[in-house]
């Protein structure tokens, strides 16, 4: 079993393939990780997309099941992209 490494907070882009859940990814991401893992907005198994994937600190972007989930942390990679 190879060792869990610890990574710094930061928020990770995946293009999630067809027929992977989001949690699917959170699940293969955590593999090896040493951090706490989450994404910022589901999308549907049959869905291709960009998956944002929240690793550390950056977990707390999002609010749970709240009216705005996901949108502090787009609006947090919208600005990275914009200045990188």
Known sequence: MSE???VPSRVVLVDK???WTSFDVVKRA???VRAKVG?????DPFATGLLLLLVGR?????TPHGPTEGVRARR???GLLEHA
């Not at 950056?58 to 999002?62: K, M, S, Y």
């Open 30 to 32: 955590r593999r090896g």
């Open 17 to 19: 393939p067809e027929g």
């Open 39 to 43: 994404h910022a907005g589901t999308l």
């Open 76 to 78: 947090a990679v919208r």
């Open 58 to 62: 950056a977990t707390r972007l999002v």
């Open 4 to 6: 869990r490494v610890p």
